[in-house]
């Protein structure tokens, strides 16, 4: 089993930044490959970004392309979202997720194990 916290969400005013933190404890995540997705209101969740398990290889939804990085520290056990240029459709509920199965980077939600609860990513206009 794997449990993930995240952490590092907040309010933010367009065009500032954020760094959310996932942190996995049970058992080392070093071989999974990782991810971010993001729930709004009214809307399903997507995949925002992922990482290979050695953070060699990642991908992005095409909205945050440019914007945001993904990486991972595995002495760590801990993959992280860095934020920037923020804007107010970035507004959501953001969940870290473990996928065991798989060391290539993967965008579909289901190809994911574990979840964490979600943090909440607020961007004011």
């Known amino acids: 089993q794997v449990q993930l916290v995240e952490s590092g969400g907040g309010l933010v005013q367009a065009g500032g930044s954020l760094r959310l933190s996932c942190a996995a404890s049970g058992r080392a995540v070093s071989g999974d490959a990782m991810g971010w997705f993001r729930q709004a209101p009214g809307k399903e969740r997507e995949f925002v970004a992922g990482i290979s398990w050695s953070g060699g290889a990642t991908d992005y939804a095409d909205s945050v392309k440019g914007r945001f990085t993904i990486s991972r520290d595995n002495a760590k056990n801990t993959v992280y979202l860095e934020m920037n240029s923020l804007k107010p459709e970035d507004t959501a509920v953001y969940y870290c997720?473990?996928?065991?199965?798989?060391?290539?980077?993967?965008?579909?939600?289901?190809?994911?194990?574990?979840w964490g609860q979600g943090t909440q990513v607020t961007v004011s206009s």
């Open positions: 997720a473990a996928a065991p199965r798989y060391s290539r980077v993967k965008v579909a939600a289901l190809m994911y194990d574990y």
